[in-house]
């Protein structure tokens, strides 16, 4: 994320990450304490669901900045409200009460086996006094948050083959026992009335107004020749959606639309390199531009040549431009007409 709105415009920076992710990543920093505290830090960045994201990027540099000059620029601060403290004060306990039944039975159970088995399931399940009802995704928040206070503490175990990371009570376990300490974390709400992402996108597609599907049709058609025909720059291949993205990349876990290329190109029947450059980016338009804006003059054309000079199929009555055939058509009256200009102006 570290490059994006380098070219001035906006731009979604996306964080790949889940809970789960943490016991291989710890695994992998093996014995190097230093890269343990790293790992943590990035973590409880990961795992914040309230604090404004700039406000954590700046206090690891070093620097202060208010959350208020923030103006929503962030997923956090810009949904507040999808996120809800919880106490787990209770659950904590029965936690620690179950990791101590496996210590005894000198069990032990990895961040996954470990969720699994507080949840009731698995091999050796939790004893039914200590059992959550909840997600297994919201117990490995959980167990994370209590892995960075030191409630529960990982070992790490090195076998041949592998590395493992191993859920264990933690040395802070004692003094909140002992304690009438509360303990909460925030978690998502539960948005039952969050569409899935399969409607999203079947949705927004079908409801595209006929002449803007056939643009989107011919922009689809012209990104997989673009993609087969270059190469990035370090010679890999293209996908098609790397050069003109669609609607249907919505993320609707954290309800974003990562670009909508084809749509804006369309909806906004972009025929300049300068509107083009603003919507798609000044490096994708300098590579691409010229090919997408024949595309969309071409269409331009067609709708605007005489009915005459339209070309229609006996089985639809719908006016689908098609740019190669098409081309040729609208481009005469095109020409002429600023031919013409030009000749008023001289
Ligand atoms: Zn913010």
């Given at each position: 994320?570290?490059?994006?709105?380098?070219?001035?415009?906006?731009?979604?920076?996306?964080?790949?990450?889940?809970?789960?992710?943490?016991?291989?990543?710890?695994?992998?920093?093996?014995?190097?304490?230093?890269?343990?505290?790293?790992?943590?830090?990035?973590?409880?960045?990961?795992?914040?669901?309230?604090?404004?994201?700039?406000?954590?990027?700046?206090?690891?540099?070093?620097?202060?900045?208010?959350?208020?000059?923030?103006?929503?620029?962030?997923?956090?601060?810009?949904?507040?409200?999808?996120?809800?403290?919880?106490?787990?004060?209770?659950?904590?306990?029965?936690?620690?009460?179950?990791?101590?039944?496996?210590?005894?039975?000198?069990?032990?159970?990895?961040?996954?086996?470990?969720?699994?088995?507080?949840?009731?399931?698995?091999?050796?399940?939790?004893?039914?006094?200590?059992?959550?009802?909840?997600?297994?995704?919201?117990?490995?928040?959980?167990?994370?948050?209590?892995?960075?206070?030191?409630?529960?503490?990982?070992?790490?175990?090195?076998?041949?083959?592998?590395?493992?990371?191993?859920?264990?009570?933690?040395?802070?376990?004692?003094?909140?026992?002992?304690?009438?300490?509360?303990?909460?974390?925030?978690?998502?709400?539960?948005?039952?009335?969050?569409?899935?992402?399969?409607?999203?996108?079947?949705?927004?597609?079908?409801?595209?107004?006929?002449?803007?599907?056939?643009?989107?049709?011919?922009?689809?058609?012209?990104?997989?020749?673009?993609?087969?025909?270059?190469?990035?720059?370090?010679?890999?291949?293209?996908?098609?959606?790397?050069?003109?993205?669609?609607?249907?990349?919505?993320?609707?876990?954290?309800?974003?639309?990562?670009?909508?290329?084809?749509?804006?190109?369309?909806?906004?029947?972009?025929?300049?390199?300068?509107?083009?450059?603003?919507?798609?980016?000044?490096?994708?338009?300098?590579?691409?531009?010229?090919?997408?804006?024949n595309?969309?003059r071409n269409i331009q054309e067609f709708?605007n040549a005489?009915?005459?000079t339209?070309?229609?199929?006996?089985?639809?009555?719908?006016?689908?431009p098609?740019t190669k055939t098409k081309a040729k058509v609208g481009k005469g009256n095109r020409i002429n007409f600023h031919e013409?200009?030009?000749?008023?102006?001289?």
């Amino acid at each position: 994320s570290g490059r994006a709105g380098r070219d001035g415009l906006g731009a979604d920076c996306i964080l790949y990450y889940r809970s789960a992710d943490q016991p291989r990543l710890s695994a992998m920093v093996g014995g190097d304490a230093n890269g343990h505290n790293n790992l943590k830090e990035m973590v409880r960045y990961c795992e914040d669901l309230r604090t404004c994201r700039r406000v954590s990027l700046s206090q690891h540099f070093g620097q202060e900045f208010d959350a208020m000059d923030c103006n929503q620029q962030c997923d956090h601060c810009q949904h507040p409200e999808k996120c809800k403290v919880e106490d787990i004060t209770q659950e904590t306990h029965s936690l620690l009460k179950f990791l101590n039944i496996q210590k005894d039975n000198k069990e032990k159970m990895t961040l996954n086996q470990l969720a699994d088995a507080w949840r009731g399931n698995g091999k050796s399940p939790a004893p039914s006094s200590c059992v959550t009802k909840r997600k297994k995704g919201e117990v490995e928040r959980i167990i994370l948050q209590l892995l960075l206070e030191g409630i529960v503490t990982e070992k790490i175990a090195h076998t041949a083959y592998q590395s493992n990371s191993y859920i264990i009570v933690g040395p802070e376990a004692r003094t909140f026992q002992s304690s009438n300490r509360k303990i909460t974390i925030d978690m998502l709400q539960e948005e039952g009335k969050r569409k899935s992402g399969g409607e999203e996108m079947g949705g927004k597609k079908k409801g595209l107004p006929k002449h803007i599907q056939n643009v989107v049709d011919q922009l689809t058609g012209l990104r997989t020749q673009l993609a087969a025909a270059n190469t990035t720059s370090d010679g890999g291949k293209f996908l098609p959606h790397q050069i003109l993205s669609e609607q249907g990349e919505h993320l609707s876990w954290i309800d974003l639309t990562v670009h909508v290329d084809l749509i804006s190109i369309a909806e906004h029947n972009i025929t300049s390199m300068e509107h083009l450059s603003t919507t798609i980016g000044q490096t994708k338009a300098g590579r691409f531009g010229e090919d997408i804006l024949n595309v969309m003059r071409n269409i331009q054309e067609f709708y605007n040549a005489p009915a005459s000079t339209v070309t229609k199929t006996s089985t639809s009555t719908t006016k689908t431009p098609v740019t190669k055939t098409k081309a040729k058509v609208g481009k005469g009256n095109r020409i002429n007409f600023h031919e013409e200009i030009d000749n008023d102006f001289e």
